[in-house]
C-alpha cells in the first residue's frame, strides 16, 4: 500500500460529481491558437467537477472505476505538458515502474469511489430525523449533528484526488470534504463534458507562454502575463466553487440534483444523499494549497460573485499559499456590512521554502494579522509539495524518509484547526521560535544555503494567539 489509510473513527467513501454548466461561460480574455491558427477562449466554465469524501459504513461501501481521467497516453501527455518535457522522456518512467506510475497518474487514492451512503455502521449513529423521514418521536440519543462541510482547492499541477491523504484523513473524522477539480488549465490532465460535442475531451495544462491577448491580433502590452494569466483564473476558480458548493447544498437540502450526475454520467440517487447530514448552511471551512490558498484568500478578501450569496465561512485554511496573483497590499478580509457573518478564523502552515523565500514571506507575515486570532506556522523539512499525495507515492527505497512523518504533521494541524482544538494538537508537536541558519549544501561545496533551524516535522510559530511557552 503506498498510501496510508485513514485513521479515524469512520470509513471513508468518495463519489466524483459533475455539473455540465450551460451555456459555457468564457472567462477573461485569455485565448489559446490551435494547431490550425485559430484563437479561442483559454478559459471555459464548462463543466464543474468535484470529488466528496464522505463517513460511511465499511460494511455498505462498493468500488466502481474513475472514468475522469482519459486514457494512460492522454494522462502522459498531460504531465509532460505540466513538467515542460517530452513525453517520450516520461513513457519510459512509466513502463519502468508499471503500477507505481499508473498509479501517480490516475491520481488513485485509499478510499472506496463511489460508495453508497450508509450510516448502520455502530460507530454512525442514523440521522432519522431528515427533510424525508421526520420521525418527532425519535430518541434524541440517536440523532447526530450533521457532519461539518469542507471546500478544497488544489494548486497548480494538482486535481481533485491529489490531496486524497487530507481529505480521507478528514472525512475518517466525521467531515464532508469537496475537493474541487478546477477545469482551468492548472491540472495536468482533466476532462470535461463539451457542450458541442456531447462528449468528454482532453483539457492539458495552459503554459502561460501558450496564452495570446486581444485575440490574438496585437501584441498587448502586458508586464507580467504569467499573472494575468493567474488572475482570469482565479476568478475561474472562485466561480466553480460557488457552483460546486450550490449545487451540493440543493441536493443534500432537497434531494434535486439538477444537471448534477456522477463523473460517469449516470444518474444520482437522490434519496440518499437527501437530508440534514451535512452542515451546509453554517461553519463551512476552506482549504487550499499553493494556487488553492491563493484562491482561499481570495474568496476570503472579494465579494460574492454576481448572483450568488457569500458561502458561510467559519474557518479559511491556508497550505504553503502562493502570494503573487492576489492584489497588493493584500490580502485582506471582506468586510459586507450587510451580511451578520463575522470574519473566519485563518490558519496558514507553510513549507519551509515559502518561508525562507523573503519577499514572499514578508508579504504573507503583513498579510496574517489581517484576520484576528490568526495563527502562521512553518513545518521545518517540508517542501511544497509535502502537501500533496506525491512525495507519498514513491517507492519506500527511493521515497525522503521523513515524507510520512511530515504528512502527519500537517494532518495534525489541519484536523486540530478545524475541530478548533489547535492548542491541543500543538501541545503534542515539537515546536521551536523561527531561527535560520547557513549551512553547506554539501561536504565539498563552499556554497551556504538558508535552512530553517529544527529537524524535519518540527513546527515554527510565528504568529498563534494561543501561544504562551515554546520550546527552543
Not at 130 to 143: G, V, Y
Amino acid at each position: 500500500m503506498l498510501l496510508e489509510n485513514p485513521a479515524g473513527p469512520y470509513a471513508v467513501g468518495a463519489t466524483t460529481f459533475a455539473l455540465p454548466i450551460r451555456p459555457t461561460h468564457v472567462i477573461g480574455t485569455a485565448a489559446l491558437r490551435t494547431e490550425t491558427g485559430q484563437v479561442t477562449p483559454a478559459l471555459r466554465l464548462e463543466e464543474v467537477s468535484f470529488t466528496a469524501y464522505y463517513p460511511v459504513s465499511a460494511a455498505q461501501t462498493k468500488s466502481h472505476s474513475n472514468g475522469s481521467t482519459g486514457s494512460r497516453a492522454e494522462s502522459v501527455r498531460g504531465y509532460s505538458r505540466y513538467a515542460g518535457i517530452s513525453s517520450f522522456i516520461l513513457w519510459p518512467l512509466v513502463l519502468f515502474f508499471g503500477s507505481l506510475l499508473q498509479v501517480l497518474l490516475w491520481l488513485i487514492h485509499p478510499s472506496q469511489l463511489n460508495s453508497e451512503l450508509h450510516f448502520a455502521d455502530s460507530r454512525i449513529p442514523k440521522r432519522t430525523a431528515t427533510p424525508r423521514n421526520q420521525n418527532k418521536s425519535a430518541d434524541p440519543k440517536n440523532l447526530r449533528p450533521p457532519w461539518p462541510l469542507v471546500i478544497f482547492s488544489h494548486g497548480l499541477g494538482g486535481g481533485g484526488t491529489t490531496y486524497s491523504q487530507i481529505c480521507t484523513h478528514l472525512a475518517s473524522s466525521g467531515k464532508v470534504v469537496l475537493a474541487i477539480e478546477h477545469r482551468d488549465g492548472t491540472s495536468p490532465i482533466s476532462r470535461p463534458l463539451s457542450e458541442k460535442t456531447g462528449k468528454r475531451y482532453s483539457q492539458f495544462y495552459i503554459s502561460p507562454q501558450e496564452v495570446v491577448w486581444d485575440n490574438g491580433k496585437d501584441k498587448v502590452d502586458i508586464q507580467e502575463p504569467r499573472i494575468a494569466l493567474r488572475t482570469e483564473q482565479l476568478e475561474l476558480r472562485k466561480r466553480e466553487i460557488y457552483l460546486g458548493y450550490s449545487a451540493f447544498r440543493k441536493l443534500v437540502r432537497t434531494g434535486e440534483h439538477g444537471d448534477l450526475q456522477t463523473i460517469e454520467g449516470s444518474l444520482l440517487d437522490s434519496a440518499s444523499w437527501a437530508g440534514d447530514w451535512v452542515q451546509c448552511d453554517e461553519g463551512v471551512s476552506l482549504v487550499g494549497h499553493s494556487f488553492g490558498g491563493a484562491t482561499i484568500f481570495s474568496m476570503l478578501s472579494d465579494p460574492s460573485p454576481k448572483g450568488f450569496s457569500r458561502i458561510p465561512v467559519s474557518h479559511g485554511l491556508v497550505l504553503d499559499p502562493w502570494l503573487e496573483p492576489l492584489t497588493s497590499p493584500g490580502p485582506e478580509p471582506f468586510t459586507d456590512q450587510h451580511s451578520p457573518l463575522s470574519h473566519p478564523k485563518l490558519m496558514v502552515i507553510n513549507a519551509e521554502g515559502f518561508t525562507l523565500w523573503k519577499d514572499h514571506f514578508k508579504r504573507l507575515e503583513e498579510a496574517v494579522p489581517a484576520w484576528p486570532g490568526s495563527s502562521l506556522f512553518t513545518i521545518v523539512g517540508a517542501r511544497h509539495v509535502s502537501f500533496s499525495d506525491f512525495p507519498m507515492l514513491l517507492p519506500i527505497p527511493i521515497r525522503n524518509s521523513s515524507a510520512q512523518p511530515i504528512m502527519n504533521v500537517i494532518k495534525t494541524l489541519v484536523l486540530s484547526f478545524l475541530d478548533d482544538t489547535l492548542p491541543s494538537a500543538i501541545s503534542s508537536l515539537t515546536t521551536r521560535k523561527p531561527e535560520i541558519e547557513d549551512m553547506r549544501s554539501g561536504f565539498w561545496s563552499k556554497k551556504t544555503q538558508r535552512k530553517l533551524v529544527g529537524q524535519p516535522g518540527d513546527v515554527v510559530i510565528h504568529r498563534w494567539s494561543s501561544a504562551v511557552d515554546v520550546d527552543t
